[in-house]
């Protein structure tokens, strides 16, 4: 499994104020994914980049949270090794067994024993 990029993520029920703190310091939008289905919700995420090349996402869950929650986002190549490298050293699911999938992407978010979050996300390339 190799790893393809690796940034952090903040999951809030207040995307918006978020966002602008985070343009305030020099990032900018660069995509936005609506319709994320998971746990019977509608999530969308915000993709944003700086001057330097730093990503961050934010992504707004359908509905309130009852805490924002800071992770880590990796993307892989594989995505089946990923997920069970991780379930072998302890983290679970937080959807249980049900994973994120869209016409472009899989992914899953991972809780390490301790409490972190790791979001594996592999990206589905189009043939033409």
């Known amino acids: ?3 393809t990029t690796f940034n952090p993520f903040i999951s809030t029920s207040h995307a918006d104020e978020t966002i602008r703190l985070f343009e305030e310091l020099g990032f900018e939008r660069t995509h936005k994914k609506v319709g994320i289905e998971i746990a019977e919700r509608d999530d969308t995420v915000i993709r944003m980049k700086d001057a330097n090349g730093f990503h961050l996402d934010i992504l707004q869950p359908e509905g309130e949270l009852p805490r924002d929650m800071v992770g880590i ?7 089946d090794e990923a997920y069970e490298l991780l379930k072998e050293r302890g983290f679970r699911n937080a959807y249980g067994d049900e994973t994120v999938s869209t016409a472009s992407s899989k ?3 991972m809780i390490s024993p301790s409490g972190f979050s790791i979001c594996i996300v592999k990206h589905i390339i189009e043939k033409k």
């Open 73 to 79: 986002r990796v993307n892989v190549d594989n995505f």
């Open 107 to 109: 992914a899953a978010m």
């Open 1 to 3: 499994m190799k790893i």
